[in-house]
């Protein structure tokens, strides 16, 4: 088993930045990729980022720019980075954890960013 658990989610005007951070403990993967997803109200959940341990990145759409994906392999953590937030990136961020192959996947209790205009 793994347990992911995320922080650093909170209130922030526009134009702000915020970090989440989300750590993974447990039976590690030593190959593995953990990304970040939101899910906004009445929307499914959507990617933001993924990093793989080897490091190669991920970003859905136009989130690369305003936010950066990194990681740390000897704390197993990954951050996301969120700069010129918007009121549109309010959601809640979950971290996700799994294998190369997909085949094991774990979520985080999700972290609520929320973006005042």
Known sequence: QVQVVESGG?????????RLSCAASGSIFSLNVM????????????LVASITSGGTTNYAGSKKGRFTISRDNAKNTVYLQMNSLEPEDTAVYYCRYSDYADAYVYWGQGTQVTVSS
């Open 35 to 46: 990304g970040w997803y939101r899910q906004a109200p009445g929307k499914q959940r959507e």
């Open 10 to 18: 909170g209130l922030v005007q526009a134009g702000g930045s915020l």
